[in-house]
């Protein structure tokens, strides 16, 4: 599975941003793909996840309300919609597969590179 991650960019609190994520390779529509962040502990956080199927999608309850997962089939891409962005979302984003529904970034086996987000006033 190949991913590729985009739309990250400079934005102001307050207002949006939407993050791409393009999939690629033989099996990649039997995966999850979840969007991960860095912290400034240099660890990964989870974010969302939406399984590829359908049928699950999760949130971390930082973003619940603000950020939406979603996914379109024809066009192989996975969304996160961010709004209402704030100064603590300022962190590089990364998608990434795995096999089972989780929010453990140590289950993800594939992983795209980062796209940076900054909300600056």
């Known amino acids: 599975v190949q991913l590729q991650a985009s739309g990250g960019g400079l934005v102001q609190p307050g207002g949006s941003l939407t993050l791409s994520c393009a999939a690629s390779?033989?099996?990649?529509?039997?995966?999850?793909l979840g969007w991960f962040r860095r912290t400034s502990g240099k660890q990964r956080e989870f974010v969302a996840a939406i399984k590829w199927g359908g049928g699950v999608i999760d949130y971390a309850d930082s973003v619940t309300g603000r950020f939406t997962i979603s996914r379109d089939n024809a066009k192989n891409e996975v969304y996160l919609q961010m709004n209402n962005l704030e100064l603590e979302d300022t962190v590089l984003y990364y998608c990434?597969?795995?096999?089972?529904?989780?929010?453990?970034?140590?289950?993800?086996?594939?992983w795209g590179q980062g796209t940076q987000v900054t909300v600056s006033s």
């Open positions: 390779g033989r099996t990649y529509r039997k995966y999850v």
């Open positions: 990434a597969a795995s096999t089972i529904a989780t929010r453990r970034s140590d289950s993800y086996d594939y």
